[in-house]
């Protein structure tokens, strides 16, 4: 089975603190999400990327930066945070576009205070 | 604005009922439709996938699309107490470059 592994798995930083969250799979997948879970709002995706140095927007960027440095490696950069960004991350991965199945890891709880 | 609306937003079924869950787009391009389950503290794993009109079965786990109306439904029989989960509807269209677009979610509660 897909194995997408987040660190950390929880985070408490400051407004206006600089966070970086990672995300590795290792099933060579060529796309890869970053998505924040909310309670009445589902799961929204903020970045997505289709390869190494590849990077897409999503329905709700503002205030992410994302960054696929290798196949297997993408990261989340929250550079000044704030309490809206406090939510539930997951990365996930999937083989080829749209119509394939996605593989999640298992989030990251974000708290800004 | 959602693009892909779930109802109803919580649901309770006894051990052994059927539960029933429904999932509207609002956009014709989305012509695909997947089902997700999220049980506490884990991410969302693929329940099953939809992709042509009609019913499509896997063990107690039926989802039928409907094209034209941008429908689909899940329906679980036999529901376990183990099937307490949330599950997410995600919609795409065929476009390469393009992703699946998630509902906001079904709280399911099978009660014992």
């Known amino acids: 089975e897909a194995a997408v592994t987040q660190s950390p798995r929880n985070k408490v930083t400051v407004t206006g603190g600089n966070v970086t969250l990672s995300c590795r799979q290792t099933n060579s997948h060529n796309y890869m999400y970053w998505y924040r879970q909310d309670t009445g709002h589902g799961l929204r995706l903020i970045h997505y990327s289709y390869g190494a140095g590849n990077l897409q927007i999503g329905d709700v960027p503002d205030g992410y930066k994302a960054t696929r440095t290798t196949q297997e490696d993408f990261f989340l950069l929250l550079e000044l945070a704030s309490p809206s960004q406090t939510s539930l991350y997951f990365c996930?991965?999937?083989?080829?576009?749209?119509?394939?199945?996605?593989?999640f890891g298992k989030g990251t709880r974000l708290t800004v205070v | 604005q959602q693009k892909v609306q779930q109802s109803p937003e919580s649901l309770s079924v006894p051990e052994g009922g059927m539960a029933s869950l429904n999932c509207t787009s609002s956009?014709?391009?989305?012509?695909y439709f997947w089902w997700y389950r999220q049980h506490s503290g884990e991410g969302p794993k693929a329940l099953m996938?939809?992709?042509?009109?009609g019913d499509k079965k896997e063990g107690r786990f039926t989802a039928h699309l409907n094209k034209a109306s941008l429908h689909v439904s899940l329906h679980i029989r036999d529901s376990q107490p183990s099937d307490s989960a949330l599950y997410f509807c995600a919609a795409s269209e065929t476009n390469s470059g393009t992703y699946q677009r998630f509902g906001t979610g079904t709280k399911l509660q099978v009660v014992p």
């Open positions: 956009d014709r391009n989305f012509q």
């Open positions: 996938s939809i992709f042509s009109d």
């Open positions: 996930a991965s999937s083989d080829q576009g749209p119509n394939t199945e996605v593989f």
